[in-house]
């Protein structure tokens, strides 16, 4: 039987076949309460988001995980996608999970281990998995400490594309470019041309240090699928506004 795509991707293929570009909102469930949270992905849906990543990479566990995303589930009406750093960032009441392999980690535990000790649980919770080449550029924040990453250098874009067609050839369906949370620069926007070129029809995700509109543009038109922002939705004083700002500029710009 052929593999299909679950709901949860679709719908998250859907926003970006609409607008050219979708957005999602990063919320870590370490850095506010349950109810503060929630609060924040509402903003975001009236800014216009297309979904919200629940992780982050210490701390982001347990009960604070799964009441945050109770909590987001009983607010809005949107995709909530795990975002884990290893097994301990899964629980049940999510839609779906990033599965990802660290594509350029010298761990094997963030290629494959966690990935095999927390299988079991993404079945046993009934998450939908969706399968994502997670690739580290520099300068990779804490994501690249943590997951030990061999950090692809920003002057090498074809580093970035071998990783990212291995990624596709294995079938994962998205790849995703991490310059690390709060990075002073995004990946820089011909790597992502160079990837995008290569990709074909897998999604590129880009997140890490993405802190305005005119940035999260530049990144759509030179082929992001979907931005991914959470350190300047964490830190602005109008959540709303912010993602207005940033989900304007990205969509219908291709
Ligand atoms: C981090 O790419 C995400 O894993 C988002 O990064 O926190 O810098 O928006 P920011």
Redesign the pocket.
């Known amino acids: 039987m052929i593999a299909r795509i679950g709901r949860t991707e679709e719908r998250i293929k859907r926003a970006v076949e609409v607008t050219g570009s979708a957005h999602l909102t990063?919320i870590d469930p370490d850095s506010q309460e349950p109810r503060e949270a929630a609060a924040m992905a509402h903003a975001a849906l009236e800014g216009g988001t297309d979904g919200i990543m629940v992780g982050g990479s210490i701390g982001a566990s347990g009960s604070c995980l799964e009441k945050t995303v109770h909590a987001i589930k009983e607010e809005v009406d949107l995709p909530v996608v795990l975002f884990p750093s290893g097994t301990a960032g899964l629980c049940p009441g999510a839609d779906a999970v990033f599965f990802m392999s660290l594509l350029n980690s010298r761990s094997s535990s963030y290629l494959i281990e966690n990935q095999a000790l927390g299988a079991p649980l993404v079945h046993r919770y009934g998450l939908e998995p969706i399968p994502m080449a997670y690739i580290v550029v520099e300068p990779g924040g804490t994501?690249g400490w943590v997951g030990d990453a061999k950090m692809i250098p920003r002057g090498k874009p074809e580093l970035a594309v071998a990783y990212a067609l291995a990624g596709k050839y294995m079938g994962m369906r998205l790849v995703y470019l991490?310059a690390?949370?709060?990075?002073i620069e995004p990946v820089p926007t011909e790597m992502v041309r160079a990837v995008k070129g290569a990709m074909g029809d897998v999604m590129v995700v880009v997140?890490?240090?993405?802190s305005a509109g005119n940035r999260a543009a530049d990144l759509a038109r030179a082929g992001a699928d979907i931005i991914?922002?959470?350190?300047?939705v964490e830190r602005c004083s109008d959540v709303t506004a912010f993602v207005r700002e940033l989900s304007g500029a990205i969509k219908g710009i291709k």
């Open positions: 990063l994501v991490e690390g949370s709060g990075a997140g890490g240090g993405i991914v922002t959470g350190t300047a």
